[in-house]
């Protein structure tokens, strides 16, 4: 069966060696312009003794930017000293991406988010999933996966855990979710879990974290920040680097329900009536789509099916069809 063939990718690091180690996971790719070529995929492992595993990712979707900035910087300047255990550094998951700057890989076209398990005789992204999926999520205790909204959202940013049958993990996720001190944090529901990293992750039992933190396909100072020092925090927190958590005020929201789900009928150009973090009553306008094919025809509106907090907007000025326009989230 393809799914007990081993993994094409050969790692250039020793995940059982202390000390700092920067390599790649070298995924060979034949190609036009490289018959024998690979696609390198940095990594960075550092390790000091025994203790539990931590597993860092960004770059999901590539045009997603705070976690590949705070995980580089973060593969740069943690000292093995401070660490026991292991923390493993993957900050463009999918490099291909990750390098063109679009959501997925312009190779294949793999979204990376709903590639998994993966497969070793599959595309590119298929066979990093499965990478991540046979090698890399067995040895982590906690996985923590920063998102952001890419070219086509925009996010209060959050850091972000889900709710499970298993009460116990779930509680551990929101734990750490805690720690992580963004502004916002969110219960969260997923609208498409299959093929998801952490679907993945959850059903092996770990410790599942992420964020959204804005998006427009760029990155801000603010959340730059709240990455950089989130990140440390989980990882005060799980008992992994030392030092004490940074604490600061975060709001907790859930997202209890489908409706939080807001999603254009028709092309247009947007018009958002509410701006990001301002309440939303239950049938408010959140956004208008103007029709531009000709003129005198007036503009679809979108309304809330709740009321809560607008937590998440469609960014661009131009929406097509089934393009998700707002999301609202209740304050707990």
């Known amino acids: 069966m393809s799914s007990l063939r081993p993994s094409p990718i050969a790692p250039t690091v020793d995940f059982d060696r202390d000390g700092v180690q920067h390599g790649f996971l070298r995924l060979p790719y034949s190609r036009d312009d490289s018959a024998w070529g690979s696609v390198m995929i940095p990594i960075c492992v550092i390790r000091n003794g025994k203790g539990p595993a931590a597993l860092l990712s960004g770059g999901n979707h590539g045009d997603e930017y705070e976690g590949p900035l705070a995980l580089y910087d973060l593969a740069r300047t943690l000292d093995p000293k401070d660490v026991s255990g292991t923390v493993i550094i993957v900050p463009a998951m999918n490099y291909p991406a990750f390098r063109a700057g679009t959501r997925t890989s312009p190779i294949d076209k793999g979204n990376m988010n709903r590639s998994f398990p993966g497969r070793p005789d599959g595309t590119v992204t298929e066979k990093i999933a499965d990478y991540f999926q046979r090698e890399l999520l067995p040895r982590a205790d906690i996985v923590f996966d920063f998102h952001s909204g890419g070219k086509t959202l925009d996010f209060v940013p959050f850091c972000a855990a889900h709710t499970l049958p298993d009460k116990a993990l779930e509680q551990r996720a929101f734990d750490a979710v805690a720690a992580f001190a963004a502004p916002f944090s969110m219960r969260m529901i997923e ?142």
């Not at 809330?304 to 069809?321: E, I, N, Q, T």
């Open 191 to 332: 609208i498409d879990a299959v093929g998801m990293y952490d679907t993945a992750a959850e059903e092996m039992g770990k410790v599942f974290v992420s964020t959204e933190l804005g998006g427009g396909g760029t990155s801000r100072a603010q959340t730059v920040r709240i990455a950089r020092r989130g990140i440390l925090n989980v990882l005060r927190h799980a008992g992994i680097v030392a030092g004490v958590v940074e604490k600061s005020k975060t709001q907790w929201l859930d997202m209890p329900s489908g409706d939080c789900f807001s999603f254009a009928e028709d092309d247009g150009m947007i018009e958002t009536m509410v701006d990001l973090g301002e309440p939303v009553e239950k049938d408010a306008v959140l956004a208008r789509i103007h029709s531009t094919g000709r003129t005198g025809i007036a503009p679809q509106e979108i309304r809330a099916k709740m009321s809560g907090m607008l937590a998440a907007r469609h960014f661009p000025g131009l929406v097509k069809a089934g393009d998700c326009a707002a999301v609202v989230a209740v304050h707990v």
